[in-house]
């Protein structure tokens, strides 16, 4: 099992310093003449910009290799390192885990949701108990999203219009908006180290240019109401989140509009992705956004969970990772391998008797058989939990090899060894991985 630590910073680093909706929106066409001279300037370069950071929040970029990046990024709570990938625990908890179990795995980061725990336990419950890091016995650093990912997840529930999103409750009915400043009201209530701005969150696949444009210039309305109404800022970092779907024009206009107030948002993130778009444009948008995002300042590339897709962001400039994919596909028998996925149901581990993963160290690999898993994967609440912890764990030991591997400028090589395993049990490597790698001039074709 991997060993938690009572110590706030990691020792890993030697020099001391040491992750569809078909209901008809409300569309506001006006554009004010900010915008519109963000349109007319869309060309040029991102400038690093000052910013009045929390007490106790620091961000340094310790090493780079290509556009790779290895940070230490300071909280108020504790001392991470990145790249990093940060497990969701939407109601103030990863389904399975204890928080001790969480440390054990050397998870950095916790994201919590905003419009879950608004709705239950509720903004008042963590008023009276002093935030959510008390509420779940959480000493590291937790960041909550603002809310808008619900736009889309419950499209069906929802309304935009310019003054918020208006929701019908999954668990009364009732409806109830949800504006920027109600975001951060709750955000600032729940007390997590890092609280994201409230954004307009459309699907990237099935809404219309029309769409995505007015989306792009509401988010941009609305972060100088989050900003106002960010009441903590001397506590809590707020993060901008560029938007603009695959249009590269609207990304850039959504960058300009962040960046012209980054003196109030110690960092910046990447939204609207991994929804259901081609591989191809995925990574084409995330290419060219990244690097024109502040060097100075955290990089957070929003819902990534595959390893595939943490490493190639990686390579382009990211840092910061979030998602449900590793704890949700545990709960249907599947384990991640650096060959690939396990999936422990599957007749063909009945009589298998090795481990999960060979040279893994947590609870599950050193405790159980491919056989153990077989009989109750997918059946038994034992088996989502240790395969929740042995996904997660994975993904701490992968980030912490990307860092080591950035460290000692062997990145490439680390890619190139990466995604010939991952792949050694298949026909080849897609062409959409060969094609990523290769806009950072990394050859993995071979």
Known sequence: MAAGSKRKASSENNNGESENGTKKKTIQTTKTEEEEEEEENDEGETKETFCNNPIGFQFKVLHTDGRARYTNLTLPHYDCFTPMFMPVGTQGCVKGLTSMQLEEIECQV???????????????????????????????????????????????????????????????????????????????????????????????????????????????????????????????????IVQGGLDDRLRDISLKGLLKRGKDLPGFAIGGLAGGEGKEDFCRVLESALPKLPFNKPRYVMGIGYPIDIVICTAFGGDMYDC???????????????????????????????????????????????????????????????????????????????????????????????????????????????????????????
């Open 110 to 240: 916790i994201l919590g949701n905003t419009y879950h725990l608004g709705q239950r336990p509720g903004k008042d419950l963590f008023l009276e108990c002093g935030g959510l890091h008390k509420f779940m016995s959480w000493k590291r650093g937790l960041l909550t999203d603002s809310g808008g990912f619900q736009m889309v997840s419950l499209a069906d529930l929802s309304d935009v219009t310019e003054e918020g999103v208006t929701f019908q409750s999954p668990i009364d009915g009732k409806s109830e908006m949800l504006t920027p400043e109600k975001s951060m009201e709750i955000q600032n209530a729940i007390g997590a180290d890092i609280i994201m701005a409230l954004d307009d969150v459309v699907s990237s696949v099935k809404i219309s240019k029309e769409r995505f444009e007015e989306a792009t210039h509401r988010t941009t309305r609305w972060i100088d109401r989050c900003i106002k109404g960010h009441k903590r800022p001397k506590e809590q970092a707020l993060f901008g």
């Open 324 to 446: 449900v994919f590793p704890s949700r596909t545990a709960r249907f028998g599947n384990a991640l391998v650096p060959e690939g996925t396990l999936r422990l149901k599957q007749a063909q581990y009945k009589t298998d008797e090795r481990k999960v993963q060979d040279d893994c160290d947590c609870v599950c690999c050193l405790n159980y058989t491919r056989k153990d898993l077989n009989k109750i994967a997918g059946k038994e609440t034992e088996a989502s939990i240790v395969l929740t912890y042995h996904n997660l764990r994975y993904l701490m030991r992968l980030c912490k090899q990307m860092r080591e591997a950035i460290e000692k400028k062997t990145f490439k090589a680390f890619c190139v060894e990466f995604t010939k395993k991952l792949y050694s049990l298949e026909k080849g490597v897609p062409k959409w991985v060969v094609d990523a790698f290769a806009k950072v001039d990394i050859d993995v074709s071979t």
